[in-house]
């Protein structure tokens, strides 16, 4: 079996990101609907769309576009067929019946319902027609997401199964978890429970939406979204569809029933076009006063809007369960409530759902983006302490046997859905240094893997710590958190900022600097493996590692100017030394810091390792991997093959033209200017810039070495730092997360 040519039909938000996703795999795909004009209509958003579906634009014709009637006989070619049309029964069985009649023999027939169960969709066909046929259930939006639940019954060819199991998971990198037919699967029959859990105990405790959100949100290991959030970003009337179908599918015992009928409120909102972000609004919703935007709250009681408020819970960066729901507030209370409720439904479907507890922990990280599942909050929270906390809580068959059993750690081994040596397992076994406060580091075979652990994997002076100590072996930079990292900790910057206390950022920024220099000069091979942001600081630490494994769904680049700063921990340094190995430059010594200029100082990010290509973000000898799961063995692979040998580089020398490209600078930052796409702290910020990237006061015969550079750095940040219109830059975008022109 191969799988060479897909057809997916149903071009919605579902078939054009799964049709995306096989383009990002390289292969080819026809996308059918009604008709033709609707698919290509799908073709333009999905080039569009932002965040962008596909790693790299210039692959969109790998996606062919067509109609159900003319095109159909695309389907005698298809190795597999993706059926993602509206949630209606019988239109999916008139479309099974003419796939099933058209299709090649031993082609792969799957639905991406997410509520209609596997017996219903196929009680039409063939015993022989049912051995090809499954559930494959992605996640919007499926590029992003890592989720993928086959659904297969007993009938079902067995070896099919593993086989697009291991399609999907190689090709496609997804994190496949085979389910059985049971309503919701894995992935939303918690997932959703959680957040009707969630929204029902709002209303009952009298919470207001922006409370509820800020304890089901980070405190809890779950996306600031929240729930009421979350409700909106996938839509009010898609989550009431899915909540009729539980209701519908479930029996009369099941304990969902107690917090899936509609309200009055859900109704009414739906039926005034509060749908969402996608409708007028939904929970939240945006508000125009005196010509300025205002993000507004529905109050649960009275049903009027009022500006949204910040929740302070006045808790630390670390997430602590036990801290929260021994709470004696009305957040302590709620936290309890939601977490106890969602573990006891949780553990109530083992073994009937899926005999693998674990399964359900790892579909709440890959299809709800979770830090930890419910079993792993309950081995956090031990056992004994969640039985005994509340006499109320009525306890089940699974946590009793725990319970009565006495053991305070039950957990056993973590992602099991996959046979990839994974961070995830690894971190289980290895020996494990948590000294540090901002990064763990792990011994495992002949190599050190560190791992940073603070909010957005934000780089302080521990994280540099743990680099350095880690320095003394091979090494291996990654993460299980959204993101690699968001950059240099600003609150950190601003607290001495605050205090004027310039010395200590200097001694920040060159331990920085000696640290990332220390990666790349020791004897050792140094491997990051980035996912998700690696920004600023992040982008820092890649560009001084030997090499880069980064999966595709990577956002880099370096942003510092957008918050009135420079890169100055070797990043303007090292991107500037990159691009004078362009043949350009070999010519031209004014080309590279013109070029580095203009990347640095329009923040230029890239969204994919493809993408990062043309920047020199990344270079050739870099990697670039579709599976999350597979950096780090990908990453050990490297270092086996490059380590006997390994010599670190050499220290490079700078021939910099000083005032004459600098002068070339300005001019660029006056014209910005004139035309008003800067302003004055744009022009400051820029002029530092150039003095950085043009060597100072030096002339284009002076040699300067890797150190002059960073001394150029340093002062620059420094200099930025110490201006009240950069404090201002940094302080807008730490509290709206947008950025300020000043
Ligand atoms: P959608 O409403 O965005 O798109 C459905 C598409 O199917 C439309 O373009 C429509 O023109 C087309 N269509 C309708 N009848 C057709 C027919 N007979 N032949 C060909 N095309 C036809 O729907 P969405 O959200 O993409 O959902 C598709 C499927 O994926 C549904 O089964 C849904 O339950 C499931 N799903 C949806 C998720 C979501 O977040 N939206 C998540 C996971 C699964």
Same mark, same amino acid.
């Given at each position: ?11 919605? #938000? ?26 290509? +209509?799908?073709? *333009? ?16 014709? &790998?996606?062919?576009? %067509? ?8 389907? +005698?070619?298809?190795?597999? =067929? ?49 051995? $090809? ?12 997401? %890592? ?12 070896? *099919? ?53 800020? =304890? ?24 009431? $569809? ?74 630390? @960066? ?10 004696? $507030? ?13 573990? !006891? ?30 079993? @792993?909050?309950?081995? /956090? ?26 053991? @305070? ?22 020996? =494990? ?14 190599? *050190? ?39 240099? &900790?600003? &609150? ?53 590692? $030997? ?47 013109? *070029? ?21 973000? !990344?270079?050739? +000898? ?52 004139? /035309? ?8 400051? =910020? ?10 100072? &006061?030096? #002339? ?25 219109? #950069? ?16």
């Amino acid at each position: 079996m191969n799988i060479k040519n897909v057809v997916v039909i149903g071009s919605g #938000t579902m078939g054009s990101g799964i049709a995306a996703q096989l383009c990002n795999a390289n292969i080819p795909v026809t996308l059918l609907d009604l008709k033709t004009e609707i698919s290509e +209509k799908a073709k *333009k958003k999905i080039i569009e769309s932002r965040p962008p579906l596909l790693i790299d634009k210039n692959k969109i014709n &790998n996606i062919k576009v %067509g109609n159900i009637e003319e095109d159909f006989d695309i389907i +005698k070619k298809a190795d597999w =067929v993706v059926e993602a049309v509206v949630e209606r029964i019988n239109i999916k069985h008139n479309l099974y019946e003419k796939i099933l009649k058209t299709r090649k023999k031993d082609s792969i027939i799957s639905s991406n319902t997410s509520t209609i169960p596997l017996k219903i969709l196929s009680e039409k066909m063939s015993d022989e027609d049912k051995k $090809d046929f499954c559930i494959t259930h992605f996640f919007n939006p499926v590029r992003y997401m %890592g989720l993928l639940e086959i659904v297969s019954e007993d009938i079902n060819d067995e070896k *099919k199964i593993n086989f697009l199991k291991n399609f999907c998971e190689e090709s496609l990198g997804k994190g496949v978890i085979i389910c059985k037919d049971t309503p919701g699967f894995l992935g939303n029959r918690v997932g959703v429970y959680a957040m009707q859990v969630a929204m029902t105990e709002a209303i009952k405790m009298k919470l207001d939406i922006e409370e509820a959100d800020a =304890v089901f949100g980070r405190p809890m290991g779950i996306p600031k979204t929240g729930v009421f959030g979350l409700y909106d970003l996938i839509g009010i009337d898609l989550m009431a $569809d899915v909540l009729k179908s539980f209701v519908k599918e479930l029996p009369k015992s099941d304990v969902f029933h107690e917090v899936a009928e509609e309200t009055p409120l859900i109704k009414n909102l739906i039926e005034t076009g509060y749908t969402g972000r996608k409708g007028k609004g939904g929970f939240y919703r945006m508000n125009k006063k005196d010509g300025k935007k205002i993000l507004e709250a529905i109050n649960l009681i009275s049903k009027d809007y009022f500006p949204s408020k910040k929740i302070d819970l006045n808790i630390g @960066e670390k997430i602590n369960l036990k801290e929260l729901v021994s709470r004696n $507030d009305k957040y302590g209370k709620y936290a309890w409530s939601v977490i106890s409720k969602i573990i !006891l439904y949780a553990s109530s479907l083992v073994p009937n759902v899926t005999k693998d507890y674990n399964n359900i922990d790892e579909a709440m990280r890959l299809g709800f983006n979770w830090t930890k599942g419910p079993f @792993e909050m309950l081995e /956090e929270l031990g056992v004994k302490f969640f039985v005994e906390k509340d006499s109320q809580l009525k306890s089940n068959k699974f946590i009793k046997e725990l319970y009565e059993k006495k053991t @305070e750690t039950f957990y056993e081994k973590r992602q099991i859905y996959t046979n990839l040596e994974t961070l995830g397992k690894i971190k289980q076994s290895a020996k =494990v240094n948590k000294n540090n406060k901002s990064a763990f580091i792990y011994d495992h075979k002949d190599y *050190k893997i560190v791992e940073f652990n603070t909010k957005a994997n934000t780089l302080d002076y521990d994280s540099m710590d743990a680099l350095k100590k880690a320095s003394d072996k091979n090494m291996i930079i990654i993460n299980e958190g959204m993101q690699f990292s968001a950059g240099v &900790n600003l &609150n950190y910057v601003m607290d001495f900022a605050k205090e004027k206390n310039w010395k200590a950022i200097e001694k920040f920024i060159h331990h920085f600097q000696m640290t990332c220099k220390q990666l790349k000069y020791c004897n050792n091979i140094v491997v990051s493996a980035p996912s998700g942001l690696a920004l600023g600081g992040g982008f820092e630490v890649l560009v001084q590692s $030997d090499y880069v494994v980064a999966h595709t769904n990577i956002v880099t680049g370096l942003v510092e100017t957008i918050v009135g700063l420079i890169p100055a921990g070797g990043g303007t340094t090292n991107m500037l030394w990159r691009w004078m190995q362009a043949q350009e430059a070999k010519k031209d010594p004014d080309f590279a810091p013109q *070029k580095v200029f203009d990347i640095i100082g329009y923040g230029k990010t890239a969204t994919s390792p493809i993408e990062a290509m043309p920047f020199k973000f !990344l270079l050739e +000898k870099d990697k670039s991997i579709m599976n999350r799961n597979k950096l780090l063995s990908a990453s050990q692979d490297l270092i086996d093959e490059k380590k006997d040998g390994y010599k670190p580089p050499k220290q490079p020398t700078f021939k910099l033209s000083g005032s004459q490209v600098r002068g070339k600078m300005f001019q660029t930052l006056e014209k910005l200017f004139k /035309e008003k796409k800067i302003l004055e702290h744009g022009m400051e =910020v820029g002029k530092k810039l150039a003095f950085v990237l043009s060597g100072g &006061n030096t #002339t284009v015969n002076k040699e300067l070495s890797e150190d002059d550079m960073y001394a150029l750095e340093l002062d620059a940040f420094v200099k930025l730092i110490e201006m009240k219109k #950069t404090q201002a830059r940094i302080k807008h975008t730490l509290s709206t997360g947008k950025p300020l022109v000043n």
